[in-house]
């Protein structure tokens, strides 16, 4: 096998081809759609092979287009396969974490459990990927930690019957990710707490949090009581005096370019150096001058003491990125 897929949001095709030029130098951009890119390959791809972008949602070996479900069910034998995730390419509109929509009826039609579709270390996976009117498109990747073990990628999660914003999911998704043990009644100090969802995911999680935002939030967090404090005060006017002591997280997501999010938040590190735990971070992707810079950001991140660095794009996040770091 010489080709290699790789599927990611809509509109970002261009930032996976980005990362592939500059990690791969022997791949050549071929077959793309939206949602999902191929490259050939000068050497052999295996299952094992995995891209090496935080864009990249699922990625290894393409098997090229499959015209029925006859033709699936021989690739899977073909390939030996001991799981098939099928899943749709193109997400509706603010459904981006619903990998499935379109894909039922393939689902329903290759005779597919839904309780057992989380792969386990080891597992050769046959990737069926779905679109309207078109072949399936197929791939094959072999699971282990560093790749989601559910379909397209996904990060199940679920709800409150009302969140107050994107936020909540962004949040819940970055946490099941990222292995991050937020525990109860340890302290979360967030910078961009407003309108509250990230707060509220992890208020449910028994932390302590208090929000740093000058916009209101909604009443969901305020009914946690005194497990929730807000200090109406931009990032860049909070005073050491301000600070609750012994926090284990840092979380931050607000609108402005990474560079100068993270210039500010380095002032909030070394007071809590002892008791700090990890940092939660969401880093806005303006255009493709920052997603070029993404190497050097995680190195500041990195370069704050950080034991491990982490990025991804999660399910929920649109110009956006996710950065777990542990203490």
């Known amino acids: 096998m010489s080709f290699v897929f790789a599927t990611c949001r809509p509109g970002l095709e261009r930032w996976v081809r980005s990362d592939v030029a ?47 479900v ?59 990927i779905v679109a309207p009117d078109q072949p399936f498109w197929l791939g094959v990747h072999r699971h282990e930690r560093a790749r989601s073990p559910f379909a397209g990628g996904r990060i199940p999660i679920v709800e409150p019957a009302e969140i107050p914003s994107r936020a909540y999911r962004k949040m819940a998704e970055g946490l099941a990710w990222s292995g991050a043990h937020v525990l109860p009644g340890q302290t979360v100090l967030e910078f961009g707490s407003s309108p509250g969802g990230s707060a509220l995911a992890l208020l449910e999680r028994g932390a302590f949090v208090v929000g740093v935002d000058t916009e209101p939030l909604k009443p969901a967090v305020f009914a946690y009581g005194e497990r929730f404090k807000l200090i ?37 590190f070394p007071p809590y150096r002892k008791s700090l ?33 982490r990025a991804t794009h999660l399910p929920s996040n649109r110009r956006e990125l996710f950065v777990f770091g542990r203490s």
Do not use: C
């Open 70 to 128: 006859e033709d699936v069910l021989a690739a899977r034998d073909r390939v030996g396969a001991t799981r098939v995730h099928v899943f749709v390419r193109e997400p509706a509109k603010n459904r981006e974490h619903d990998v499935f929509g379109p894909a039922e009826a393939a689902r329903t039609a290759l005779g597919l459990d839904p309780d057992n579709e989380r792969a386990v270390i080891g597992d050769l996976v046959l990737d069926v």
């Open 232 to 268: 109406p005060k931009a990032m860049t006017t909070l005073e050491r005096s301000d600070l609750p002591p012994g926090v284990a997280w840092l979380v931050m997501d607000v609108g402005v370019a990474p560079q100068v999010a993270l210039h500010g938040f380095r002032r909030f």
């Open 277 to 309: 735990k990890g940092v939660l971070l969401t880093l806005k992707l303006n255009d493709d001058l920052v997603v070029a810079d993404i190497p050097n950001l995680l190195e500041r991140v990195r370069s704050l003491g950080l034991s491990e660095v």
């Open 22 to 68: 500059r990690e791969y130098p022997d791949h050549r951009a071929a077959f793309a759609r939206p949602g999902m890119v191929t490259f050939k390959s000068e050497s052999d791809v295996t299952p094992e092979f995995r891209i090496a972008s935080p864009f990249a949602r699922v990625s290894g070996a393409s098997l090229g287009a499959a015209k029925t």
